[in-house]
């Protein structure tokens, strides 16, 4: 094997740990991110404790005079498995911050060095009805309809530089919400394959 074929298969030795198992792994460029409408008041950031003794479930709110949902995370008892490798027990607790994506859907749990526990993993929510900005879909050969688009949309998170891999348990989980189990703290969007 000649040296450029042995440092391939070395760096895609390296990579097997960032690209999650099982799941659709697609680039930015292959995916219809939803987008918010424009002048949508800014959703809020929120940081809490999350404790593994007890649930916790936050909201993050656009600024207007109803606070829109945009999205939440509920945390169950147990859900913290680690942080930057180290085991974390029943009584111990770690600082998140929850970030909304910028102009668009999606958004980011900190720190990231944060695991959750196999069968007690938070869920994540993405609410779209109010201003969701569908026309990212249009003119789409995939997509018929700006409908046809949204039924599609899945919770993606970030597994590399810029390849996204569908979130585990993502589904809609009504009209106009999709959520999520992810295994590990990290970026997410709401997209569909383009």
């Known amino acids: 094997m000649g040296w450029a074929a042995t440092l391939l298969v070395t760096f895609l030795a390296a990579c097997t740990d960032v690209i999650a198992p099982g799941g659709r792994t ?3 460029a292959e995916l219809l991110i939803l987008a918010q409408q424009s002048g949508a008041p800014t959703p809020s950031t929120v940081s809490f404790w999350v404790f593994n003794e007890r649930a916790v479930a936050r909201v993050l709110s656009h ?3 109803t606070l829109t949902p945009y999205g939440e995370t509920d945390f169950p008892a147990g859900s913290l498995a680690s942080l930057n490798g180290q085991a974390l027990g029943p009584e111990d607790s770690v600082f998140v911050t929850v970030s909304p994506r910028t102009g668009g859907y999606g958004m980011t749990i900190e720190p990231v060095g944060v695991t959750f526990t196999n069968g007690f993993r938070p869920t994540i929510g993405l609410f779209f009805a109010r201003y969701g900005d ?3 879909a249009d003119g789409s050969p995939t997509y018929a309809s700006r409908e046809a688009y949204a039924r599609a949309l899945d919770i993606w998170q970030r597994v590399g530089v810029d390849l996204w891999s569908e979130a585990p348990n993502s589904r809609a989980t009504g009209s106009d919400e999709v959520s999520a189990s992810p295994e590990a703290a990290g970026e997410f969007v709401l997209a ?3």
């Open 192 to 194: 569909a394959p383009r």
């Open 134 to 136: 569908f026309s990212v």
């Open 63 to 65: 600024a207007d005079p």
């Open 26 to 28: 697609l680039s930015t």
